[in-house]
């Protein structure tokens, strides 16, 4: 029997038999070719010393898992100076040197494992007709090699949270083609320069406003220049803008109902900690109820938004 195109083997392999049943599909395959090459000396020898059977797992056809049956052979090295005395044939189009499926397979199951991790990715690709557990998976997916990717010009650095609230690290990304580029394990200004001095040429950097990345990329980079990120600007003056509406808060209806009204009077500045102190002990110290903190009228501030959100969720479920 020849290669037949369909299962798209290198021109050298040829099919010697087919096994169907009801799950399988069995392919016994040999190679044509008449010498090998010595993987040390790569001295071509034809000179065979044994044979033995290799089995690999392939992409299933029409429902039914494949598994090919390769019949190697082992060649003798007749190099005098070679230190190798046999070898055998491999098929570096097909597999790699001892593995149990083939390379397409072996992609397939990769980019199920990245579509959907282990669990599930197992469940449908031993539905594909891919039997695989999904610890197979992760080990594939723990295998890739990760994209390399030019030093970028204008670098984006900003934290992301492993665990929120506990765990962050760090994202950078090239501006200029909008690639995320590399992950780093934390948020310290000292990691984020190492990274710097390890991928010279960053020219703009493009950061937070806090102080760990402007330190990192000072230290890691003294020539680049830094920038706040357009987005942490907006989001910083939207922050902002939030925390005066809501001290400003009571007097909104009032300026959306007349604006002849009387003007409110204006909301007290922000007070230092130690005033707050002493106002708060001659409230005490005159028997009055002690008025609330700056964070504490914020909270009841929000809570009572949070509250009319509710009474107006419940008013149109009526
Ligand atoms: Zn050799």
């Not at 029997?1 to 299962?7: K, V, Y």
């Not at 797992?57 to 429902?63: E, I, N, R, T, V």
């Not at 984020?192 to 937070?208: K, M, P, T």
Request: proline share 6%; glycine share 6%; aromatic share 8%.
């Amino acid at each position: 029997m020849t290669n037949p195109l369909l299962f798209a083997f290198p021109v050298d392999l040829q099919l010697e038999d087919l096994l169907i049943e009801s799950e399988t599909l069995t392919l016994l395959l040999t190679s044509s070719r008449s010498s090998q090459t010595c993987p040390d000396c790569a001295h071509a020898s034809s000179r065979v010393h044994s044979r033995y059977s290799r089995r690999l797992a392939d992409l299933p056809c029409q429902g039914r898992a494949v598994q090919l049956y390769l019949k190697v052979r082992r060649f003798f090295c007749d190099n005098p100076v070679c230190p190798r005395q046999t070898f055998a044939e491999q098929f570096p189009e097909v597999a790699c040197a001892y593995a149990r499926r083939t390379l397409r397979q072996g992609k397939t199951l990769q980019e199920i494992a990245f579509a959907l991790g282990g669990r599930a990715g197992a469940r449908l690709a031993c539905f594909l007709g891919l039997p695989v557990s999904f610890w197979t998976l992760l080990r594939l997916l723990r295998g890739t090699l990760p994209p390399h990717f030019p030093t970028p010009r204008v670098l984006g650095v900003d934290d992301f949270a492993w665990r929120k609230g506990d765990h962050y690290g760090t994202i950078l990304v090239d501006l200029q083609t909008h690639q995320p580029i590399d992950l780093l394990p934390d948020r310290e200004a000292e990691t984020f320069a190492a990274w710097l001095r390890e991928h010279l040429g960053v020219e703009v950097v493009s950061r937070d406003r806090a102080s760990g990345y402007a330190e990192g990329a000072k230290k890691g980079a003294p020539d680049a220049i830094q920038g706040a990120s357009r987005y942490h600007l907006v989001a910083n003056l939207r922050d902002a803008l939030q925390r005066l509406l809501d001290r400003e808060r009571q007097c909104l209806p009032a300026l959306q109902k007349s604006e002849s009204a009387t003007p409110p009077e204006p909301t007290k500045g922000r007070s230092s900690r130690k005033q707050e102190v002493q106002r708060k002990e001659a409230h005490r110290e005159a028997g009055e109820r002690v008025p609330l903190t700056r964070t504490e009228t914020l909270r009841q501030v929000r809570r009572g938004k949070r509250y009319e959100r509710y009474q107006a969720v419940v008013e149109l479920h009526r």
